[in-house]
């Protein structure tokens, strides 16, 4: 997770999909740069493999009180997005970059998104591990 007031991938290198400005602030984060290893799609793990990890994007942004997350993704994660009833919003025009139809999306930081996906993709409990306590001594 980057945060927008730092440079990222979709001000910086792919700005063209959006058609405004580029979503930026503090409240927003940038996720460009997660994805599943090639040999792993399609595999039944796959669900649960994305769901793990974008419930983990969606609890640090909670705990960073983000509002919203945006990301440079092929098109077929923005179907995926919809299927856990999480609303991207496509920034801009497609483009085909090697071979694959990419998007500029922005997707709310919400409860709702979280607890859906979490129900969908069988992911139980919160993905990251705080212990606040441990933080607190080694502060």
Not at 53 to 67: H, N, V, W
Request: aromatic content about 4%.
């Amino acid at each position: 997770m980057i945060p927008t007031t730092e440079p990222h991938l979709l001000a910086d290198v792919f700005p063209h999909l959006c058609n405004g400005p580029v979503p930026r602030g503090p409240a927003i984060f940038e996720s460009s740069r997660s994805c599943i290893a090639p040999e792993s799609r399609g595999r039944e793990e796959l669900g649960r493999i994305w769901g793990e990890l974008t419930c983990a994007m969606l609890e640090y942004s909670m705990l960073r009180e983000a509002d919203a997350i945006t990301a440079v993704m092929e098109t077929r994660m923005v179907k995926t997005m919809c299927d856990v009833d999480w609303a991207p919003t496509i920034l801009g025009e497609t483009v085909v970059l090697r071979g694959a139809p990419i998007v500029g999306i922005s997707a709310p930081v919400d409860t709702r998104a979280l607890a859906n996906l979490r129900r969908q993709r069988q992911v139980p409990d919160p993905v990251l591990a705080i212990r606040f306590e441990s933080a607190a001594l080694a502060a």
